[in-house]
Every structure is written in structure tokens, then in C-alpha cells.
């Protein structure tokens, strides 16, 4: 099947620094793709769809200049987390949908930290 | 009430038990239903998905939906301890590659 990257799995950052993660579409072409966040013991919750070449779609409640989405190629979208506070430790999931086979593809998740 | 509802567990069973999970759901307007297993600190990966009511069999896994209850079911022959993991069920409205509504997933242990 296809192959959703991300990158890093792991980051560890102090308060009020920005991180951003990178998700990659290996080997298929994507023009949406989906950022989600995953507290401990909970769900996935979808906070944001970023299409290429357009602003990103955010959910309600999330907010959009704390979390910067770049969609700027078919194969690349980015998050990034500014001025990024301990509440904001979670696990983010990304996916890109190829649509030759209906299917959305999923990332192995980038655990964020703040001190 | 949230979109969709799933029973946490933990389930736990015995090696070779048919395991039952289950959603229900409240938007009669979702039409694509699916099933990822999650392993601890791992993106969800699909293991099926269904458009509209029916079955789908897959292997050991069968996929039930029900639109007219609004109720899911994943069904998991001669589990295997391989199996543990968590299983999320997740629902979209025009197709599999829109934007998913996710259940809060059912840990499942299978124990040998």
C-alpha cells in the first residue's frame, strides 16, 4: 500500500518555542491531506484539512495562528506548533488520501513534548 | 453526544475467542464506515472499510454496518495475541478520503 511519512517521530521542545512537522505522501500524489491530534487514552481529532495551493480548513476551536499549515507541494504538507506550551504535548497524525484507490493513508504520528 | 460512540474497553480475551466491536453514531448522512488498528505510539492503519450497509469478510475480519440502527461492527475470528492493539472505527460523509470522525477506540488484549 502507500506510504504516509512524518517527520520527526519524536520532538521534545521548552515552552514557547515553535516545532513543525513535516508529512509526506511517498509514493502517491496528494491534494488533501489531514492533521490530527491524539491526547493519551483518547481518539484521534481532526483539527485541520490542508489543501494544495489553499489556506487549510481548521476545526472549531482550533486555532489557526497557533497551528500553521503549509500544503505547498502534491506530496508535502506542514505543521507547525508556534509559541508551543505543555498543553499542546500530544501525539499529531497526518494522512493523505490517494484517490486512485479511495483510501486514506496514515503517518506513524510525531510525539510532541514541551517542557 | 458525540458523533460517534465507541465502548473503551479494555476487552480482554483468550487466544482463538471471536471478538465483537462495536459504534453506533448519531449523522445518518455518513456513508463510508471503517476500521483502523492502532498499536501503541503508531499512526492507525486500515484493515477495512465499508460504503453504505452490508458485510465485507476479510480473511479473519468481517465488517458489518447497519444504517438503519447507525450501528458498526468488526468482527475478529481465532483472535491471535498479534491482534492486541487498539481498534478505532472512524466515518466519513462523501468518501473514504475525506475528513474522518473517529470513535474513541477499544483496546483489545488477547491473551495465549
Known amino acids: 500500500g502507500a506510504v504516509v511519512s512524518q517527520h520527526p517521530s519524536r520532538v521534545i521542545c521548552k515552552s514557547g518555542t515553535s516545532v513543525k512537522i513535516e508529512c509526506r505522501s511517498l509514493d502517491f500524489q496528494a491534494t488533501t491531506m489531514f492533521w490530527y491530534r491524539q491526547f493519551p487514552k483518547q481518539s484521534l481529532m481532526l483539527m485541520a484539512t490542508?489543501?494544495?495551493?489553499?489556506?487549510?480548513?481548521?476545526e472549531q476551536g482550533v486555532e489557526k495562528d497557533k497551528f500553521l499549515i503549509n500544503h505547498a507541494s502534491l506530496t508535502l504538507s506542514t505543521l507547525t506548533v508556534t509559541s508551543a506550551h505543555p498543553e499542546d504535548s500530544s501525539f499529531y497524525i497526518c494522512?493523505?488520501?490517494?484517490?486512485?484507490?479511495?483510501?486514506?493513508?496514515f503517518g506513524p504520528g510525531t510525539r510532541l513534548t514541551v517542557l | 453526544q458525540k458523533e460517534v460512540e465507541q465502548d473503551p474497553g479494555p476487552l480482554s480475551v483468550p487466544e482463538g475467542a471471536i471478538v465483537s466491536l462495536n459504534c453506533t453514531y448519531s449523522n445518518s448522512a455518513f456513508q463510508y464506515f471503517m476500521w483502523y488498528r492502532q498499536y501503541s505510539r503508531k499512526g492507525p492503519e486500515l484493515l477495512m472499510y465499508?460504503?453504505?450497509?452490508g458485510n465485507k469478510e476479510d480473511g479473519r475480519f468481517t465488517a458489518q454496518v447497519d444504517k438503519s440502527s447507525k450501528y458498526i461492527s468488526l468482527f475478529i475470528r481465532d483472535s491471535q495475541p498479534s491482534d492486541s492493539a487498539t481498534y478505532l472505527c472512524?466515518?466519513?460523509?462523501?468518501?473514504?478520503?475525506?475528513?474522518?470522525?473517529f470513535g474513541t477506540g477499544t483496546r483489545l488484549q488477547v491473551f495465549p
Open positions: 494522512s493523505a488520501g490517494e484517490l486512485s484507490t479511495d483510501t486514506q493513508y
Open positions: 465499508t460504503y453504505s450497509s
Open positions: 472512524a466515518m466519513s460523509l462523501l468518501y473514504n478520503t475525506d475528513k474522518l470522525i
Open positions: 490542508s489543501n494544495e495551493g489553499s489556506k487549510a480548513t481548521y
